[in-house]
């Protein structure tokens, strides 16, 4: 058994992140999504998707990206990032993989803001979007 399997876990339905990862440093998280989205993530030129066999996985996926301003849907064992949060993760997440992180520049070319959305301008600054 490796490090790794250690860590993670060793089947697919036994993963999670650590809790040791929680308390990491910005760039260390930054980098993990990237690695985790760049080759275990569906974005597509219309959606931001995780999907995984290990619920504790994808729960734990989505906690790290509350993080940063990022709120994703988690149904069964599958987490959604849509409309004004693909924008966070635009803005804060580096895709690696050159086919990825240009769907997800198509997808946040063509995010609207509506009446009463909340975008993270910065790190722990929050506003809400008012139409004139």
Do not use: C, W
């Amino acid at each position: 058994m490796t490090f790794l399997q250690n860590l993670l876990g060793k089947s697919e339905n036994t993963k999670k992140i650590p809790a040791i990862f929680y308390g990491a440093s910005d760039e260390f998280i930054l980098g993990l999504l990237d690695g985790i989205y760049s080759v275990g993530g569906n974005i597509t030129e219309k959606f931001i998707e995780f999907s995984s066999v290990s619920i504790e996985l994808v729960e734990g996926i989505s906690t790290l990206l509350t993080r940063f301003g990022i709120v994703g849907k988690v149904t069964e064992l599958k987490l959604s990032i849509q409309g004004i949060f693909t924008r966070n993760f635009f803005n804060t997440i580096h895709i690696s993989h050159s086919i990825k992180r240009k769907n997800l520049q198509k997808i946040n070319s063509v995010v609207k803001f509506q009446k009463g959305d909340v975008v993270k301008f910065q790190k722990g600054d929050v506003v809400k979007f008012q139409k004139g």
